[in-house]
């Protein structure tokens, strides 16, 4: 399935016990939701643009969730049948940004810092917990997490974003990153691999630099 650009993006926060920790934080007891917005999105091979207002920026490969049919309030059983598949994301955040500010939104929110692809895969449910996740950075691993370490499972994050917001075809949720997270630099190129998914490679530029654009 190829990829179109999400009408909304959820973000979920601290879903790795580790990534948390590395953080200096906890799992939350519930789903800790954040919102990015559309005009984030890049796809496969376009440049991720380091803003000026941060110095710290950071890859975070994550595991993405494609909506393929509309829900609200849905139990997990409909959550599951309501995915049309998983996709690649580099949830970029600059991090010194999410830091000082109480809200994330500007520190995730920058264009270009919601990389995703290189596909939309559909996936058998049975086969959620298996997935895995890598990133590297100019060809070393950086990142490497499996579903079955997530505090809270795939399709019980659709069922319960369910619960918030009414969930549309094409909507992704970011279901959070493992341990390992780091920074960007002008000239690095990332890359977010699932295996059965495919991998995302997007080359990193400051702002101005229009190379890899």
């Not at 890049?42 to 494609?66: K, R």
Request: hydrophobic share 40%; with cysteine; charged share 20%.
């Amino acid at each position: 399935m190829t990829i179109a650009k999400p009408g909304k993006i959820i973000g979920i926060g601290r879903n790795y016990v580790e990534h948390a920790a590395e953080l200096g934080n906890t799992v939350p007891k519930q789903p800790l939701l954040f919102l990015k917005p559309p005009s984030s999105v890049i796809g496969d091979g376009e440049a991720i643009v380091l803003p000026p207002e941060s110095t710290h920026v950071e890859y975070e490969g994550e595991i993405g969730v494609v909506m393929g049919k509309r829900i609200r309030r849905a139990s997990e059983a409909a959550a599951r049948a309501a995915i049309a598949g998983i996709t690649c994301v580099n949830d970029v955040t600059a991090r010194d940004l999410q830091r000082s500010d109480e809200q994330w939104a500007r520190a995730k929110g920058f264009d270009t810092f919601c990389a995703m692809g290189p596909r939309v895969a559909p996936i058998d449910p049975a086969r959620f917990a298996t997935l895995e996740v890598r990133c590297r950075v100019n060809g070393v691993e950086r990142q490497h997490g499996r579903a079955s370490d997530m505090a809270f499972g795939i399709v019980m994050l659709v069922a319960y974003v369910s619960q918030v917001m009414t969930l549309e075809p094409g909507d992704l949720i970011t279901t959070g990153t493992p341990p390992g997270v780091g920074p960007l630099h002008p000239g690095d190129v990332v890359e977010i691999e699932i295996p059965g998914v495919g991998v995302l490679r997007n080359p990193v530029v400051a702002a101005g630099d229009t190379r890899g654009a």
